[in-house]
């Protein structure tokens, strides 16, 4: 999520759509449980009047977009901003979570709370969306294993173990530099250690989005139980830190994981990726600024200047071609195999998306283009979201044994 320096424009209207969904894809696609494992949008739920069926502004995911492309289960990220709220980040987090349970609590005819396998499938039984949580960064434990385990009792289901930031047991491929924070500066301290097994007991997935190398190495090594990458691609083909390499895509595949791809085009698409660093000096400049002006009760009021500031940027660079996005899902299936890759949007976190995606809307083109590549039917069912729900179904069995359960 963010900090990537140009947000989504809306630009259907200036690329027209290419992508045609046969009858075929269409059937294969809502027979299937589709599940996106990130999605940023929760900002935006910390506004009292926000409303995810009549969204203020137009974002990537709301419940009717969501319908229109058969999302069955979206993990909504709860990302605390490590520079915005020192102190706080505790509380920032419960603020995020409150605004999920609100936003179910005010659509119980089209979304409900979720937070295991069974539940996602109640949910898509009763054609609703199943809202799911995810932690984007272990700063949001506060270095308190008590703090973690009530996430887990409020139903968070994963959690990133860094963000853009390191933190004090967790080293992150970023650079984001936390005040007051002595950061790992190697893979896993010993309580990261300790984070990682008690994920496990508690049944939370692992998520090693964002992580450094050898964090990821340290997980490997000490999870007793498949991880995922909610929103990472391929380093073979797109040559960012925030991407995987294939020598770590076949480690997930011995581990059973997933790896969620995520459609952000600097993160897909090697021309876009070298455009976006390009004018990093410049948006980051313009951000600094917006951090000294927003001084606002309502929590999400950063969140929409940033929207407003960073749309400014989205036309400066071409989308990248949908092609760019289905070589990544391609590669890490052909890598690590067809069970080990999924979709990790990060819908509402990134800046742009690649043609054809304006939405969650679009997610049925994606069929398409797999269905155009080869891909059999129970296949590309496995990767929209067959694949995520074995996962968490054995994080599910792990804790059950650690917990003497059989």
Not at 72 to 87: D, K, R
């Amino acid at each position: 999520m963010r900090r990537v320096f140009v947000f989504v424009l809306m630009t259907a209207s200036i690329v027209s759509a290419q992508v045609k969904v046969t009858p075929q894809a269409k059937a294969i696609h809502d027979s299937a449980i589709v599940i996106d494992t990130h999605a940023d949008t929760t900002q935006f739920f910390l506004d009292p009047k926000f409303d995810l069926q009549k969204p203020p502004i137009d974002l990537h995911l709301d419940l009717e977009k969501s319908k229109r492309g058969n999302l069955g289960a979206e993990f909504f990220s709860i990302w605390v901003e490590p520079t915005l709220y020192p102190g706080q980040y505790a509380h920032r987090t419960l603020q995020l979570i409150d605004g999920v349970y609100e936003q179910a609590r005010k659509h119980p005819d089209k979304m409900m709370m979720a937070f295991s396998v069974a539940d996602i499938q109640t949910a898509h039984r009763q054609h609703k969306l199943a809202a799911l949580m995810g932690i984007e960064g272990g700063h949001s434990i506060e270095n308190d294993l008590g703090i973690l385990r009530d996430y887990h009792r409020l139903g968070v289901r994963y959690m990133t173990l860094s963000w853009s930031n390191s933190n004090e047991f967790a080293e992150s491929s970023g650079k984001v530099v936390t005040p007051g924070i002595t950061p790992s500066t190697h893979g896993l301290t010993d309580f990261g250690k300790k984070v990682v097994l008690e994920m496990n007991r508690l049944g939370m997935m692992v998520d090693i989005s964002h992580v450094s190398d050898q964090t990821f190495w340290d997980t490997i090594a000490t999870t007793k139980a498949p991880i995922i990458a909610s929103h990472s691609s391929a380093r073979a083909l797109t040559n960012a830190p925030r991407n995987m390499t294939d020598e770590m895509l076949k480690a997930m595949t011995k581990n059973g994981g997933v790896v969620m791809v995520n459609y952000f085009p600097g993160f897909i698409d090697e021309d876009y990726r070298k455009a976006s660093n390009a004018q990093r000096d410049e948006m980051t400049k313009a951000e600094e600024s917006l951090n000294a002006m927003v001084k606002d009760p309502n929590p999400a009021a950063y969140y929409y200047a940033y929207t407003k500031l960073t749309r400014e940027y989205a036309a400066k660079i071409p989308r990248p071609p949908f092609k760019s996005l289905i070589d990544h899902l391609d590669h890490i299936a052909k890598v690590a195999g067809i069970d080990h890759v999924g979709l990790g949007s990060d819908f509402d976190g990134v800046p742009v998306l690649p043609q054809e995606i304006d939405s969650a809307a679009d997610l049925p083109k994606i069929t398409q283009a797999l269905l155009d590549r080869g891909y059999k039917a129970d296949d590309i069912k496995k990767i929209l979201g067959g694949n995520l729900l074995r996962v968490f179904g054995e994080v599910e069995r792990v804790s059950r044994r650690m917990n003497g359960a059989k």
